[in-house]
C-alpha cells in the first residue's frame, strides 16, 4: 500500500452526517424507554446490576484496548461497548448479583470482541456470547425471575436491601416467578397440555405473581430488562427504522418465522404447541428481532442475506422453546445463525452489473 | 416515458442553490491563457506555434496526433509567449508540455474557419464527424473523449437510440443546468445533428427532475421534433454514469466489458451537443466553456463562460474571491471530481466545476473499523460489495478484487459517501486499479523483452551459422555432406 500511501486521496469530497458513534447512541436511544420502564419495574437492584455490567464493560474494553496498544479515547467513546454492556443488562434477571454482570462484562469484551480483532471483527453477538456462558454455566441464578417491584410501592426494596441483593447475593424469599415461557416448558414437562398451562398461566396461585391479560400487553410481568415490554421495544425498534439504522428485514423475517412455525404447528396440535401470538410476544422475541439479530457485524450485509439471516434466527428459536432443554432459544439461535453469516454472505452477493449471477458479461440485447 | 429502475443510488446534498440561480456570465478576457496539449483522452496534440508567433482567435494551434486524439483552437487573439511544462489540472500536480497565450485584447477572429454547414442534414456524416474533430470537440461531461470517435460509432453499429444527458447528478454542478435553460435550441439542434450522423432515429433528453426549468426549455426546443422525447429522470446519484442512464431510459443493462453502443445507443453530454451545433453550424471551434465555480468557499457562485485555458484564480477572482478559507478546491463535482494542487491550473474543455469546499462541507474524518452496517453494498449502483472488495484489496488479493467486481466498478463515490465508518473506499478501488494497471504494464515489458531476447538469439545463431558457412567456403565440393 505504500504507492496509495503517497498517493493524493481520491474522492468523494463530500459525505453524509452518519458516523459509528452516532449509530450506536441511535440503537441506545432507541432501548432507553423500554429500559426505563424495566428498572422502575424492578427497583433499585435492576439499576444497580445495569451500571454494574455496563461499568465493567467500559473497564474490560478500556483494559483490553490498554493491553492491545490501541487509541483508548477513540473507540472507549464509540458507543460499542456501552451497547454491549445495556443489551447484555437487559438479558439478564433484574436482581442477579453484580458479578453475574461483569462476568458476563469480561466474556463479552475481552473473550468475544476484542481477542476477535476489536469492533466489526467478531463473528459472535458479544452480548449473547456472555448470556450463553452465564446461562449454561449459572443456571439458578440465571433463571431467577422475580414479579415486578416497581419503584416507590410498598414491596419495592429499599437502597440499603438493594445493595444487600445486587452486592450481597441475598435474595429476598418470596419474590421469584416464573416466565410465561418458563411456566409453560415446565408445566409440559409434567405432562400439563400448553392449552390448559397456558390459561392457567394467570391463575396459578402456587405462583408468587400472576400477571393477567393487561399486565402481559403493557409488561408488568417477570422476565429480564428486555423481555417485559414488548410495546416499547417494538417503539424502539420501529424508531430505528425511521432513522434507518435498521431495515425491515432482519425484524420482519424473524418475528413472522416465529409466528408462523408457532401457528402452524399450534394449529396441528394445540396441546403440545404454543400458538404463534404467544410465541412473538413472550421471550425477548421483540428485543432478540429489532434490537439483537440487527447487530450489524454479526449479520449479513445484503438484504437478501437478512432475509435469510431473520428466518433462520426464527426457525432456531422456536425449535430451541420447542424441543430443547431451554425455555428461551433467541440467544442460541441468534448465535448459531452468526455462525453462517459468512456462508450466507458469499452466497447472497449482488448480481453485478452487467454481468449474469455467475460474473460472465450479460449477452447483447438491444432494443426491440 | 416508463422508465426503467435503477439498482441503489445516494441522495446527497445537492447545493445546486447556490449557483442554479445565476444566469451563465462571459468571463472578460484573462491576462494569460494556458493551453495543455492533452485536455482529452487519447494523444497528446502537436504544438503547431512557437514562441513569439502571433495567433488570430479559432487558430489551430495544436493538431491531433492519431484517430483518438483532438486538437486545440487559441480562445482568442495575441502572441504565444512561451510553450513549456506548467503544472496540469491533476491532483498530483505533475507538469506538462503548455501553451501560453498572451491575449491583445482584440479577439479578433481568424479568416480561415471552416465553412458553416448550413444544411448539416444534406451531408455525409463522415463530413459531419470530420467537423467535430476539426474542431476538438470532446466529451464535455468530464470524461473528455473525443466527440468525433463516438459520432463515428454508427459505421460499426447500428445506433438507434441518442441520449442526450442533462442529468447533471453531481452535487453544486449547473452548468449543464442553465445551458439548458438558456441555449435549449442550440443543444436540440446539436442533437439532432448528431442523431442525424450516427443514423438513430430517437433521441431522448435525460433530466433530473429537480431541473424543472431545464426540462420546460428543452420541451419548448425539441416541439417541431417528434423524434425528440424527454426524460424526467428521478433525482439520484449516479444517474448520470453512461452506464445508468441508459438502463433507466431504454431499460437495456450493458454487459460488462462492451459499450452501450453495442445495445444501438450512444450518450452525449448537454454541453458537447451545444459545442457541436457550434462546430457545424458556424464552423467555430471549441475555445469556450461554461463552468460552475462554487461551495462554500467562494463568495458569489456563478456559472461562467470562459475561454478553455484561463487559470482558476481568474475565476475565483470573477467570483469576489473566498468566502471563507476552503479545504480543498475541487475540479468536477464533488463525487467525481479531482482535487487541483494549486489555483494556477487552467481550465480544460472537460472542466465542469471549480469547487471551493470548506471542510465543514466535506465532512471528513479519521476512519473507524468497519461495523459491516452493509449500507455501502445497499446503495451500489454496480451492485458490487465494497466491504469486502476493500478487504480483499487491503490484503492485496486483486485477483479475488476483480471476481468481486473491482473493474465493474465506476469510481462513483457512493460507497465512500455513505459509510459511516469514514472508510475511504474508492481510494482503496483507485489504488488496486492503478497496481492492475502496473501489473499489466510489467507484464508487457516482460513479454516483449521476452520476445527480443528470443528474437536475439536467434539472430545470434543465424549469425554464427553464417559465420561458419562463411569459414570453410573453400572445402571441397561434396565435403560439406561429408562433414
Redesign the interface.
Known sequence: MSQAATATISGPFAHNTNTVQRTMFTVVLALSPATLFNLYLFGWPSIFLFAVTIGACLATEAISLVLAGRPLWRTLTDGSAILTGWLLAMTLPPWAPWWIGVLGAVIAIPLAKQAFGGLGQNLFNPAMVARVALLVSFPVVMTAWIAPHPLFSDHSPGVQQSIAITFGGEMPDGVTAATALGYVKTELSRGVPVAESLTEYGRDTTLTYTPDLMDLATGYKPGSLGETSAVLILLGGLYLMRRRIITWHIPVTVLGTLFVMGTIFNLVDSSRFAPGLFHVFSGAAFLGAFFIATDYVTSPVSEKGQIIFGIGVGLLTWVIRTFAGYPEGMAFAVLLMNSVTPIIDQYTRPRLFGRTRKGEPLPIKVQP | MKLFPI?GG?H??YHKELSGECAIETLPLPAHLYLPVQQHIGAPAEILVSEGETVKKGQLIARRQGQISAPHHAPTSGTVIAVTEVPAPH??GLSQLTIVLEPDGRDEWVTTLPEPIADPFAVPAEVLAERVADCGIVGMGGATFPSAVKLQLGIRH?I??LLINGAECE?YLTCDDRLMREHADEIIDGARIMAYALGAGRIVVGIEENKPQAIAAITVAATAFPQIEIAALPVKYPMGSE?HLTLAI?G???????LTA????VVHNVATARAIHQAVRFGRPLITRVVTVSGEGIRTPKNIEAPIGTQVNDLIAFCGGFAQRPE?I?QGG??????LPNLDVPVVKGTSGI?A?TAA?????PS???????SC??I??????P??LAARI?HDDLEGAI???LL?CV?C??C???C???I?L???F??AK??LAAQDREQRKLERTKTLVEANTARQERLAAQRAAARKPKAAPGGEVSA
Not at chain 2, 462541507?361 to 474524518?365: A, K, S
Not at chain 2, 473507524?368 to 452493509?374: A, K, L, Q, V
Open positions: 439498482r445516494i446527497p446534498d491532483p498530483s447500428r438507434d437510440t452535487p452506464r431504454t437495456l443493462e450493458t454487459p460488462a466489458r462492451k453495442d445495445l444501438g445507443v480543498r475541487i464533488p463525487m467525481m471530481g479531482t482535487p469547487l469546499l462541507e466535506i465532512n471528513d474524518r473507524d473499523p468497519c461495523i459491516r452496517c452493509g453494498v445497499n451500489c449502483a454496480c451492485g458490487l460489495t466491504v469486502e487491503r471476481t468481486l467486481g465493474d469510481s463515490g457512493s465512500s459517501w455513505v459511516p465508518s469514514h475511504p474508492v481510494h482503496y483507485n489504488y492503478g497496481a
